[in-house]
């Protein structure tokens, strides 16, 4: 029997706030333990939490950048459960009235066909304390650290349309694009800024039940997602293939078994209404204005590249799902380099050397302004393409103009023909079998001739003239 899964994504995204969601506590939850903490963050009894305008605001913007409707009302509700995590024993989160509704992200599948992902609804909630689990001496101990607790986070709570790892993972690179577009969140699995829980069921492929599913955790990546998702189809296959029934559970990802293991089932309690924090009312103009405030998106970004600078669409979709690299071609371009050139420059050379330097495109010493510079130079045919590779290098380390770096190393290419003619006579005259090739018909020996008069004049003549010259000099 050939099966099919079902699958759903849960996705948190930690907002990237300046406080945390119901009190006015730094959200840097890297700080010294419990550094950032107050009462109501403590959840110490009389507590008043205050919800963050600020975490509104961004999570109102991830929703719309998701194609998700703004409710117009919406409250939190207490999720009971009992956990060293959560010692006021519930936590604030949106289970009746999400923030949002509906939307979805649009990939292209496997067969490259395209595909649209829906999502259910998005809502906000906050964040639990993290256990730190220690030796002392010989004895085991538990130690809680709050400053995560009450950091603000939004789920993404998607419809149950994915059937294969890869959708799942293409699904969370365009949802990570996108919010990282609206600048609420760096959506970093590897640092825990986004998490991804998925629901997997599996039936017979061509059937349309809905089978008992099973709930994976623990993915610190999109790989680890793709990987743990193909694995539970596999073995859910086999155990529904063995005759034995798939079981209602939670399983945790294990990288290293490349498995998904069974956990312990945590205690879960009912949901209901919060009196503490008064409901969300969003007026209609409030939702308008959020709108306004949304940049052009990935996808629209995509369409504009290839319209007005000519890029294919293959490299437009790649370049836009990096904003910085994106604003860095039009910055470029906006300095009067040819679009062209300025995307082989920026993905063949300053995104490779950026990287290897441990870099960011905003952090390094080569502005759009510098590396212009330089390729204007290359345009004018003042510097060969060698030459601007080592003057590129050489903006790395210091921050002098490439105009200055061509004068000082001497990279000025050799384009008159006085100075090349010199050069091409020494070579004719060295290279006897070469030019005989040549003139017996052999285009591989011009080829070769070319690279000796480069060679000759240490890199810095422009092989285009010298072709030019040797095709005159040796065709009659
Ligand atoms: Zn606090």
Not at 59 to 85: I, T, W
Request: aromatic letters at 4%; one cysteine or more.
């Amino acid at each position: 029997m050939e099966f099919e899964a079902v699958i759903g994504l849960e996705i948190h995204v930690e907002l990237n706030c300046t406080t945390k969601l119901f009190c006015d506590c730094p959200n840097r939850p890297g700080d010294d333990p419990n550094a950032n903490t107050c009462p109501t963050c403590l959840w110490l009894p009389g507590a008043m939490p205050r919800l963050s305008e600020q975490a509104l605001e961004k999570a109102s913007l991830l929703c719309l950048a998701l194609g998700a409707e703004l409710q117009p009302r919406s409250a939190f509700d207490q999720k009971v459960y009992y956990y060293p995590d959560l010692p006021k024993g519930y936590q604030l989160s949106q289970a009746h009235l999400p923030l949002a509704r509906g939307g979805g992200v649009d990939i292209i599948d496997e067969d490259g066909s395209p595909c649209r992902l829906r999502i259910h609804h998005v809502h906000m909630e906050e964040d639990v304390a993290k256990l730190v689990h220690e030796m002392e001496g010989r004895v085991p101990i538990s130690l809680v650290d709050f400053n995560r607790a009450g950091a603000p986070l939004v789920e993404i709570v998607t419809e149950p349309d994915f059937r294969a790892p890869h959708q799942a993972m293409e699904f969370l690179k365009a949802l990570r694009t996108q919010v990282r577009y609206v600048g609420a969140s760096e959506c970093s699995m590897e640092n825990g800024t986004m998490r991804c829980d998925a629901n997997i069921s599996v039936r017979p492929r061509g059937t349309t039940q809905m089978n008992t599913k099973v709930e994976v955790k623990n993915m610190n990546s999109v790989r680890h997602v793709g990987d743990a998702i193909a694995y539970e189809i596999e073995r859910q296959g086999a155990s529904v293939q063995a005759g034995e029934a798939v079981v209602l559970h939670t399983r945790l990802w294990d990288p290293d078994k490349k498995a998904t293991l069974p956990m312990r089932a945590k205690f879960e309690g009912p949901t209901v209404p919060d009196p503490s924090v008064s409901a969300i009312e969003l007026s209609r103009e409030w939702i308008e204005r959020m709108r306004a405030q949304l940049p052009e998106m990935p996808a629209a970004r995509a369409e504009r590249l290839v319209e007005q600078h000519g890029l294919t669409r293959d490299e437009a979709l790649s370049l836009s799902a990096d904003p910085e690299s994106a604003d860095f071609l039009e910055a470029l371009v906006a300095e009067g380099v040819a679009p062209r050139m300025a995307m082989h420059w920026l993905t063949t050379q300053l995104l490779p050397a950026v990287r290897e330097r441990r870099q960011g495109l905003g952090t390094s010493p080569v502005s759009p302004v510098r590396l212009a510079g330089l390729l204007h130079m290359l345009a004018k045919e003042e510097v060969n393409a060698k030459a601007a590779r080592d003057v590129l290098a050489q903006m790395f380390e210091s921050d002098r103009r490439p105009e200055a770096i061509v004068q000082a190393c001497g990279f000025s290419q050799i384009s008159d023909r006085g100075a090349l003619d010199d050069l091409i006579d020494q070579v004719i005259r060295g290279q006897e079998s070469a030019v005989a090739n040549y003139r017996a018909g052999q285009e591989k020996a011009l080829g070769f001739l070319v690279g000796q008069v480069m060679q000759a004049s240490r890199g810095k003549a422009n092989p285009k003239v010298i072709r030019e010259l040797l095709v005159e000099r040796l065709g009659a």
